[in-house]
Every structure is written in C-alpha cells, then in structure tokens.
T-cell receptor, first 113, second 110 residues
Framework: EAQVTQNPRYLITVTGKKLTVTCSQN?????MSWYRQDPGLGLRQIYY???????DKGDVPEGYKVSRKEKRNFPLILESPSPNQTSLYFC????????????FGPGTRLTVL | GQSLEQPSEVTAVEGAIVQINCTYQ??????LSWYQQHDGGAPTFLSY????GLEETGRFSSFLSRSDSYGYLLLQELQMKDSASYFC???????????FGQGTTLQVKP
C-alpha cells in the first residue's frame, strides 16, 4: 500500500529535550516536506526537500532541522523544543514536478510543556 | 508574494450544493488542487485542475480560470460526512512548492 508514515503519532515532552519525528514514504517520491498546522493558520511549511541531500527552508523553519540522507526518509528534528512548537505536524511527499497530488502522513500531535 | 484566499467558514444543509471559492496569487502558477481534511485527520487529495474548465469526480467538481486567478470546489448532494475543512493549493514551478490556502470549514446541517 502506497503511504507516508510518521512516528510517533502523539508525543508529550518538556522544554529543551531534543526529539525527532520520523517520516517515511514507500512511493519513491523525490519531494518531501514538513508542515505544522495550528488553529486558524492553515498548513504552514517548515522545511522541504527536492531530493536526497537537498533541503530548503519553508515558511516557518526556526527551531527545526531536517535531513535527507535516503530518498524514503525525512526526519524532523527539534533540538530544543519550546512550548510554541506545540502543534500538529504533517509529513508529505509527491513526485517532483507533480503538483496534482501530494500524499500526507497521519500527523503527529506534539505537546511541549 | 504568493498567497491563496478562501472563505473561512461555509454552512449548508444536507442534500444542498455548496461552492467554495479560491483566489490565488502565485508566481509560476502550475495548477490548483483541492484537499479535504476531517478534524484531526490528514489532508487527502480531492481534485486537480491544470487547465481552465471543470473537472468532475463523483459528487465533487472543481473549476479553474487562469485568466481570473480563480477556482472553486463544488460539492453536490451534501452529506453529513462532508463536514470537514477544505484547502485549495497552488503549485509554483518557480519555487517547486505547493502553497496552501488557510482552509474553509464546511459545516453540513441536517
């Protein structure tokens, strides 16, 4: 089954404790990205990657890091989480240049205390 | 800048027809997509228009006018399960990005 998976689905942590949210896709997509979703603000892009070893900032990159060492994986790293990073996070993937359909993971609900 | 505008909320009754509009300002525009998101769930793809005109997929249709930088999603024979948020998204060949609107919350009432 073609899918994007994320782990964990739910996470409660404390300020300053480094965490990683994993994302993996099995569709051989070149393009992957991370979004955060907050009430009233829609989907805001954090980082994206057009291919292996190619990453770039989205609209709200502060406080986040990413890496793309393999085509299928695109982890999101919060080195020192803060309460304003409490949000719902989505990973997504699509074929490069295919703007018609983007596949989203199930989401990770993160709470930073 | 690059942006998409859509209404924040729409309410309709079961069985009715509703239209959700989207206007965009996107450099290197490369088609308009629509996504549905139920509360707490992941956005899922509904429809895509690369060219002007109407695309129909069952009860859902989507329209695009490139000259007006405008599109809409039309939902017919509304059902309670259609209550969700709907996002328009525009592809930009300049940036390689897919840019999302803020979303429209549709409430379907009995």
């Amino acid at each position: 089954e073609a899918q994007v998976t994320q782990n964990p689905r739910y996470l409660i942590t404390v300020t300053g404790k480094k965490l990683t949210v994993t994302c993996s896709q099995n569709m051989n997509h070149e393009y992957m990205s991370w979004y955060r979703q907050d009430p009233g603000l829609g989907l805001r892009q954090i980082y994206y990657s057009m291919n292996v070893e190619v990453t770039d900032k989205g609209d709200v990159p502060e406080g986040y890091k990413v890496s793309r060492k393999e085509k299928r994986n695109f982890p999101l790293i919060l080195e020192s989480p803060s309460p304003n990073q409490t949000s719902l996070y989505f990973c997504a993937s699509r074929r490069q240049g295919a703007y018609n359909e983007q596949f989203f993971g199930p989401g990770t609900r993160l709470t930073v205390l | 800048g690059q942006s998409l505008e859509q209404p924040s909320e729409v309410t309709a009754v079961e069985g009715a027809i509703v239209q959700i509009n989207c206007t965009y300002q996107t450099s290197g525009f490369y088609g308009l997509s629509w996504y549905q998101q139920h509360d707490g769930g992941a956005p899922t793809f509904l429809s895509y228009n690369a060219l002007d005109g109407l695309e129909e997929t069952g009860r859902f249709s989507s329209f695009l006018s490139r000259s007006d930088s405008y599109g809409y999603l039309l939902l017919q024979e509304l059902q309670m399960k259609d209550s969700a948020s709907y996002f328009c998204a525009a592809g930009s060949s300049n940036t390689g990005k897919l840019i999302f609107g803020q979303g429209t919350t549709l409430q379907v009432k009995p």
